[in-house]
C-alpha cells in the first residue's frame, strides 16, 4: 500500500519563527511537490522536485524553501513564519515520465501561525 | 490566469441520483485529465483519469467525459451516496513535465 506521511497533522507557530514540515514516501518516487489548499483557492504548487538535491519553484513559493536530500524526504522550510502562511500543506509524489502518473498525496499539515 | 477552471463551488444532489461536476480548461497541450476527490482533513485522493485521445472513461459509478473542441470535462457519478460528499479537485497534466494543474475545486453535498 502506497504511502506518504507528514510529520505533523497540527501545527501552531508564532510569526517570525523558523517552521519544518517534512514529508516522506515509501513508493521510491522520483517526484515529489509542496502545495497548499486555501478556501476558494484550491491546490497551488509551491515547490517540486524531481530528483534528490533538484528543485524547481512552483508558483507561489515566495517565503518558502525546501530541501530534497535523500530520495524519499521533501521538506518544506518557512523561513520567518507570517500569518499569511497560516493554511493546510500538502506534500504529494509522483513517478517520473510520460502519462497520467498521478500523484499520491499525505494527509496534509494544517499549520496555524499566530 | 487559471488553465483549469471548476466554476461551480458547491453543488447538492439528492442520493440516488446523478451528480455532474464540471471543468473547463484553456490549454490545449494538455495530455491527460485527472479528477481527486479530498475530505476533510485528509489529503486528496486520484479519482479517476482520461487521455486527451478519448472521449470517456468509465470505473464503477464513475465516468469522465472529455470533449475537446470545447475544452471540457466532466463527472459523472451515478447513483450519487453519501460518501460521495466530498470536494472533488479537476486536474491536467502534460508530458513536458510532471506537474499537475489543479483547479479550484467543487465542493459536492449529497443529500438523504
Known amino acids: 500500500d502506497v504511502k506518504v506521511t507528514q510529520s505533523s497533522r497540527y501545527l501552531v507557530k508564532r510569526t517570525g519563527e523558523k517552521v519544518f514540515l517534512e514529508c516522506v514516501q515509501d513508493?521510491?518516487?522520483?517526484?515529489m511537490f509542496w502545495y497548499r489548499q486555501d478556501p476558494g483557492l484550491g491546490l497551488r504548487l509551491i515547490y517540486f522536485?524531481?530528483?534528490?538535491?533538484?528543485?524547481e519553484k512552483g508558483d507561489i513559493p515566495e517565503g518558502y524553501s525546501v530541501s530534497r536530500e535523500k530520495k524519499e524526504r521533501f521538506s518544506l522550510i518557512l523561513e520567518s513564519a507570517s500569518t499569511n502562511q497560516t493554511s493546510m500543506y500538502l506534500c504529494?509524489?509522483?513517478?517520473?515520465?510520460?502519462?497520467?502518473?498521478?500523484?499520491?498525496f499525505g494527509p496534509g499539515t494544517r499549520l496555524t501561525v499566530t | 490566469d487559471q488553465q483549469v477552471k471548476q466554476n461551480s463551488p458547491s453543488l447538492s444532489v439528492q442520493e440516488g441520483r446523478i451528480s455532474i461536476l464540471n471543468c473547463d480548461y484553456t490549454?490545449?497541450?494538455?495530455?491527460?485529465f485527472l479528477w481527486y476527490k479530498k475530505y476533510p482533513a485528509e489529503g486528496p485522493t486520484f479519482l479517476i483519469s482520461?487521455?486527451?485521445?478519448?472521449d470517456k472513461n468509465e470505473d464503477g459509478r464513475f465516468t469522465v467525459f472529455l470533449n475537446k473542441s470545447a475544452k471540457h470535462l466532466s463527472l459523472h457519478i451515478v447513483p450519487s451516496q453519501p460518501g460521495d460528499s466530498a470536494v472533488y479537485f479537476c486536474a491536467a497534466e502534460s508530458y513536458r513535465d510532471d506537474k499537475i494543474i489543479f483547479g479550484k475545486g467543487t465542493r459536492l453535498h449529497i443529500l438523504p
Open positions: 513508493m521510491d518516487h522520483e517526484n
Open positions: 522536485s524531481y530528483d534528490v538535491k533538484m528543485k
Open positions: 482520461i487521455s486527451s485521445i478519448k
Open positions: 504529494a509524489s509522483s513517478r517520473v515520465g510520460t502519462g497520467a502518473y498521478e500523484q499520491y
Open positions: 490549454n490545449s497541450m494538455f495530455d491527460y
